[in-house]
């Protein structure tokens, strides 16, 4: 009876340290951060991790919510009018469908862009009750643009003038539209 209980605390005892190696050698060999999935574009590796892809671009960490390849479908020509860039101003209008939406893409532009010190000024389209400035196209300049989010039957970004806007009919398509617009101040995609 005694060899019995003996036999199961070590074989309990072997399970237990046999957890604690594996868990250690799947740290070692898999990292921490959760990262799962690696795919390159251009030369760039970019890492899937459970909220976003990450992409190391001018030596500096840029997040995405959709690969190049999935965006590429979305024409935009003027993303020179973006770069180099100090200040972009971002707006749209308060009222909104895509409202959240479109808030989201504005603050992950923030995000992204102040890695490469460019300022970004959110704003809307008319007086709100966010204490946010009034930006509209009339507003742009060539060195201060403005990339207006509004809704659209399809997505597509064009400019009028220095005004870039980003159209959209979903919420989805407004996060395509914005790592869009990423992927081209940043010249992952021409």
């Not at 504005?106 to 460019?118: N, R």
């Not at 997505?155 to 869009?180: G, H, L, M, Q, V």
Request: glycine content about 6%.
């Amino acid at each position: 009876m005694k060899g019995k209980k003996e036999k199961k605390r070590w074989g309990l005892i072997l399970f237990i340290i046999f957890i604690m190696v594996g868990t250690s050698v799947s740290f070692v060999f898999f990292g921490f951060s959760g990262a799962s999935e690696l795919v390159k574009y251009n030369g760039i590796k970019f890492v899937h991790y459970p909220d976003r892809w990450e992409a190391k671009i001018r030596g500096k960490t840029a997040a995405f919510s959709f690969l190049p390849n999935e965006v590429d479908d979305i024409a935009f020509k003027d993303a020179a009018r973006l770069t180099g860039k100090l200040e972009i101003d971002a707006t749209y209008d308060s009222n909104s469908t895509y409202k959240e939406a479109i808030a989201l893409a504005q603050h992950q532009m923030v995000l992204t862009l102040a890695q490469y010190d460019i300022f970004v000024r959110k704003g809307f389209t008319a007086n709100n009750t966010f204490s946010l400035p009034v930006i509209t196209c009339s507003d742009a300049t060539q060195n201060v643009p403005v990339v207006y989010f509004r809704n659209g039957n399809m997505t597509a970004i064009y400019s009028e003038n220095n005004c870039i806007i980003a159209e959209a009919d979903t919420n989805e398509n407004f996060i395509r539209a914005k790592d869009r617009i990423l992927y081209g101040i940043l010249g992952v995609m021409g």
